[in-house]
């Protein structure tokens, strides 16, 4: 074999240690970022409670879980402090249940009650970059917080999105695939993007009754 050749094959046998050490690294880094913290880490965390791994949980000082909550495998729960002077707090109320793929964005303050159902892939965001100054990139605008509440006994379909500053009332069902751009009052149901109320609760009748189509009820 010529020096040139074994220089080569020296080369070689480097580059994959140096590859080797790099992917147990990112596996070990992944397998710690994708293990929930253990209960004593939240801010509150009540008996019977699970987030099932994988899972990715930050800031969990801020976020407060109640008792009986499950949040199934591969959801990430961002609560991140970026405005400055205000701490970032997530409560989840006693019963709740989530599906897979849960995504919460939390940088100011998200609300859930009690008994809440949400099913797979749901987006749940209390914020937004502002984009107002046209001379700066939007990554680098502030960032501005609006609180989310969603009242106990609500359910949330396959897909749903909760945009900033929404609060869905008690017992309400979003569809699957809905965008909540704006409160949902309780015990109504509402569907589409943006999501319009269809059905809503008449409390004399005690029974559901439809909306026009296109309407929008206000609470």
């Not at 809905?178 to 999501?195: F, K, L, M, Y």
Request: proline share 9%; net charge negative; glycine share 10%.
């Amino acid at each position: 074999m010529t020096p040139d050749a074994l220089r080569g094959r020296w080369s070689t046998a480097r580059t994959r240690l140096r590859e080797g050490w790099r992917s147990r690294q990112v596996g070990v880094a992944t397998a710690r970022n994708l293990t929930p913290p253990p209960p004593s880490a939240f801010g509150s965390f009540g008996p019977g409670s699970y987030i099932v791994p994988p899972a990715r949980v930050s800031m969990p000082e801020a976020i407060h879980v109640g008792a009986g909550v499950i949040i199934n495998e591969h959801s990430w729960i961002s609560v991140v402090e970026v405005v400055p002077g205000h701490t970032p707090k997530l409560t989840i109320g006693d019963g709740t249940v989530i599906d897979r793929l849960l995504h919460v964005a939390c940088v100011g303050e998200i609300e859930i009650g009690e008994d809440v159902l949400i099913a797979e892939r749901v987006l749940i965001g209390d914020t937004y970059h502002d984009y107002t100054d046209p001379d700066a990139h939007i990554v680098k605008q502030a960032v501005v917080p609006r609180k989310v509440t969603i009242e106990r006994g609500a359910h949330l379909g396959l897909n749903v999105i909760v945009m900033p500053g929404v609060t869905i009332g008690e017992e309400a069902l979003v569809g699957a695939g809905a965008v909540v751009t704006r409160d949902v009052p309780p015990r109504t149901v509402v569907v589409g993007n943006p999501a319009r109320v269809v059905r809503r609760f008449d409390p004399e009748l005690e029974e559901w009754i439809s909306v026009p189509s296109g309407d929008v009820v206000d609470g």
